[in-house]
């Protein structure tokens, strides 16, 4: 592209692409998954998908869960709703290495690296496969 020395050329682009974002949830003990597939990332999505697990759990007075988490914006937000018998724990900065659901990224990513979709509803379901699978596999996840 040209412009004129010191004018910042501007550009129309179209994005080529579309993003689904995958939550995970993992007890690293015993390498039980749970997975949301949602439409984006911020403190109101945050919020639906922990009150589904925290349903899924059956989470209150008599079960609960300590949640490792990293600093992230939506997690770290006074606007995020913790439901009852979930607990947080935050993660140093930069220590990824000590997040249990950072293995998870890699293995769900084998099922779909190197192809390309024809839409979203394809990605969805190919992923959702991955993660079904990856569910009853816990021995690739525990320890």
């Not at 129309?12 to 995970?24: A, K």
């Not at 690293?28 to 597939?37: C, K, N």
């Not at 290495?97 to 379901?125: C, H, M, Y």
Request: charged share 15%; hydrophobic share 40%; proline share 8%.
């Amino acid at each position: 592209m040209w412009a004129k020395r010191g004018k910042r050329p501007i550009i129309t682009t179209i994005p080529r692409y579309e993003w689904l974002y995958l939550y995970g949830f993992v007890c690293p003990g015993s390498g039980q998954t749970y997975w949301l597939i949602m439409p984006t990332v911020n403190i109101k999505v945050f919020n639906l998908a922990l009150a589904e697990f925290a349903k899924a759990q059956g989470l209150g007075p008599d079960r609960q869960i300590i949640l490792i988490i990293d600093g992230a914006g939506w997690h770290t937000s006074d606007k995020v709703v913790v439901p009852s018998g979930l607990h947080f724990i935050f993660l140093p900065p930069y220590s990824p290495e000590l997040q249990p659901v950072e293995k998870l990224w890699p293995l769900t990513n084998e099922g779909i690296a190197n192809r390309s979709f024809k839409d979203l509803d394809e990605l969805e379901q190919v992923q959702s496969q991955r993660c079904l699978a990856l569910s009853q596999q816990s021995c690739l996840i525990s320890g």
